[in-house]
Structures are given as C-alpha cells and as structure tokens.
C-alpha cells in the first residue's frame, strides 16, 4: 500500500526552527518528486514546495530563505526544515507526492498531516 | 502565479441528487507539451486531501463513477451524478501546469 507518514510537528516560537519528516512506503521513493502542501486552520490549500528530480527545489515565495526541502532516498525520507517561523506558517503540513509525468502530472498521494503552531 | 477560482464556495444539496462545482484559471492551464494539468482534490471532514481527478477528466483509482469531470483551457467543471452522504467535504480544484501550483479556494459540498 503507498502510504506518506509525517512527523516532527509541535509548538514553537516565533523565531524559531523545526524539522518535519516524511517516511514514504508502497512506492519507489527515488521515482518521484516529494512536495509539501500546508493549511492553516480553517483554510484552504497551500503548496509550499517541491524536490524535482535532479535536486532541484522549487519554494512558494512566502517560505523562501526559510525552508529547506530535502530528501535520503536510502531512507525513503522526505525533510522540510523550517526556520524564522512565523506565526502565519501555523498550520497542518501534508507531505504529498508530486507526479511528473505527462499521463498524471499532479500530486496523487497526500499523507495524514503533522501539525505545527508558532506561538509564544 | 495562476489564480484558482472555484464556485460556488458552498454547495447544499440533497441526497441523491445532483451537484456541480465550478474552477476558472486565471490564465489557460494547456502545457507546452501539449496536455492540461487540472485536478479535482476532496477532503472529508478531519481527513487528508483525496485526488479524485486528474488531466481534466481522468478518475484516480478508486474513486467512483458517479464523479466525472470536464473543461478546457481556463474553465473546469467537477460533476456529481448523485450525491451520497460520503461526498460531504470539501473539492479543490489544482493546477499543475506550472509552478507554483496552486488551488481553488475550495468549495463546501454540505447535505440539505
């Protein structure tokens, strides 16, 4: 079964880091190209970024300079560090998988989430 | 960047009947390989997002055929033969034509 865990969500201040990770199973990690889609509480859908293959990263503009996408493929592991949160990165964090190809380009796997709160 | 624009933003309806959403982008979502990166997301109430469709018109596996879906270019339609009490939630349209990608501000389907 393709399955997209995530961990490393919590509470911290403004100011400060966290990294969040994403353990992907059921699927050939390497293949595709592992995103993470945010939604603050009571919003809608907001992608964050992408790890496209050949490493290259593509970022929304409001975590640029902050957020640091990264993957180990021998570990199936997907990371986002995220520093200088603010409180407006408040929300649910999915892990998603990116799809590249020109049958079904799109994200076709999303994960259950991992909150983070910034708040003092 | 592409803006999502989806209608209406709630949507009640009764059992078993039918219910539609609309997306409009703000500039057309063909590639320049030629296809059409459109995709229609449910997310059920304290659930992960859901792919339903993809390439304006394809079900994801699994998903029932009383989910069907149409468009072109900049407008996009999400159709739902028959409403069942598991469509409650909320559909987001998606553009990955381009990054970034973005999404509709989501429509709430809700049961009368």
């Known amino acids: 079964e393709v399955e997209l865990l995530e961990s490393g969500g919590g509470l911290v201040q403004p100011g400060g880091s966290l990294t969040l990770s994403c353990v992907a199973s059921?699927?050939?990690?390497?293949?595709?190209?592992p995103s993470w889609v945010r939604q603050a509480p009571g919003k809608g859908l907001e992608w964050v970024s992408t790890l496209l293959s050949g490493g290259s990263t593509v970022y929304a503009d409001s975590v640029k300079g902050r957020f640091t996408i990264s993957r180990d493929n021998s570990k199936n592991t997907l990371y986002l560090q995220m520093n200088s949160l603010r409180a407006e990165d408040t929300a649910v964090y999915y892990c998603?998988?990116?799809?590249?190809?020109?049958?079904?380009?799109?994200?076709?796997?999303w994960g259950q989430g991992t909150t983070v709160t910034v708040s003092s | 960047d592409i803006v999502m624009t989806q209608t209406p933003l709630s949507s009640p309806v009764t059992l078993g009947q039918p219910a539609s959403i609309s997306c409009r982008s703000s500039q057309s979502l063909v590639h320049s390989d030629g296809n059409t990166y459109l995709s229609w997301l449910q997310q059920r109430p304290g659930q992960p997002p859901r792919l339903l469709i993809y390439?304006?018109?394809n079900r994801f596996s699994g998903v029932p055929d009383r989910f069907s879906a149409s468009g072109a270019g900049t407008d996009f339609t999400l159709k739902i033969s028959r409403v069942e009490a598991e469509d409650v939630g909320v559909y987001y349209c998606m553009q990955a034509t381009q990054f970034p990608l973005t999404f509709g501000q989501g429509t709430k389907l809700e049961i009368k």
């Open positions: 059921g699927f050939t990690f390497s293949s595709y190209a």
């Open positions: 998603a998988r990116y799809t590249t190809s020109t049958t079904s380009r799109g994200v076709d796997v």
């Open positions: 390439k304006i018109s």
